[in-house]
């Protein structure tokens, strides 16, 4: 079991044809063969639907990749939270509220 994992860990990656892109937004359909992750930038992330979502990324996994980058999310995600707290993903509840004006 140990040479497996040796094996297993001994992945080399060349990231030097690397583009780096920012997405606060993504959206995922698919087929029963592959899943599909579009990623973009939402200007209007307040539901505003004047202008459309720039989609610049595109991502086709199969599933088994797809579930294995669901398990890294959700560790990378679960230690983050535990270092910063709670992630909230709802956007209105994330607001601050608005100072109440003085009325003195």
């Given at each position: 079991?140990?040479?497996?994992?040796?094996?297993?860990?001994?992945?080399?990656?060349?990231?030097?044809?690397?583009?780096?892109?920012?997405?606060?937004?993504?959206?995922?359909?698919?087929?029963?063969?592959?899943l599909?992750?579009?990623?973009?930038?939402?200007?209007?992330?307040?539901?505003?639907?004047?202008?459309?979502?720039?989609?610049?990324?595109?991502?086709?996994?199969?599933?088994f990749?797809?579930?294995?980058?669901?398990?890294?999310?959700?560790?990378?995600?679960?230690?983050?939270?535990?270092?910063?707290?709670?992630?909230?993903?709802?956007?209105?509840?994330?607001?601050?509220?608005?100072?109440?004006?003085?009325?003195?």
């Amino acid at each position: 079991m140990a040479e497996q994992e040796k094996k297993r860990r001994a992945i080399q990656v060349d990231e030097s044809k690397t583009q780096t892109c920012y997405a606060n937004f993504c959206r995922v359909t698919g087929s029963p063969e592959e899943l599909i992750i579009d990623f973009g930038m939402n200007s209007q992330p307040m539901n505003s639907t004047e202008l459309p979502v720039a989609i610049n990324q595109k991502i086709v996994l199969n599933f088994f990749t797809a579930k294995r980058l669901l398990q890294a999310l959700h560790v990378s995600v679960q230690r983050h939270e535990s270092v910063f707290g709670p992630i909230e993903t709802d956007i209105q509840k994330r607001m601050a509220p608005k100072p109440e004006a003085d009325t003195e």
